[in-house]
């Protein structure tokens, strides 16, 4: 069993930057892929970026690309997502995940064997 907990959120304006981190429980974190997700009020969970298990392979969604960095620290058990340029289509709530199949990194949530409780992210325009 893995218990991951996520923080960092807040309100920015937009243009600023946010680091959220995920800390992870559990010996066997350096073998899991790690994602990130969002939900945003009346919409569906939609995926952010994944990194594989060694940090070696990232892969983000089109509308983060270019903005959002996702690395991890396997020392520490802990994923980060480093959001700049933040844009108010950014509020949303965070989620991070942990793959223990397959520890390429997928974008599909369906994948992912543990949530976190999620941290929230809001940006003003």
């Known amino acids: 069993q893995v218990q991951l907990v996520e923080s960092g959120g807040g309100l920015v304006q937009a243009g600023n930057s946010l680091r959220l981190s995920c800390a992870a429980s559990?010996?066997?974190?350096?073998?899991?892929?790690m994602g990130w997700f969002r939900q945003a009020p009346g919409k569906e969970r939609e995926f952010v970026a994944t990194i594989n298990w060694s940090g070696s392979a990232t892969y983000y969604a089109d509308s983060v690309k270019g903005r959002f960095t996702i690395s991890r620290d396997n020392a520490k058990n802990t994923v980060y997502l480093q959001m700049n340029n933040l844009k108010p289509e950014d509020t949303a709530v965070y989620y991070c995940?942990?793959?223990?199949?397959?520890?390429?990194?997928?974008?599909?949530?369906?994948?992912?064997?543990?949530w976190g409780q999620g941290t929230q992210v809001t940006v003003s325009s």
């Open positions: 995940a942990a793959d223990r199949r397959n520890n390429l990194g997928s974008p599909r949530a369906d994948q992912y064997d543990y």
């Open positions: 559990g010996r066997t974190f350096s073998s899991y892929a």
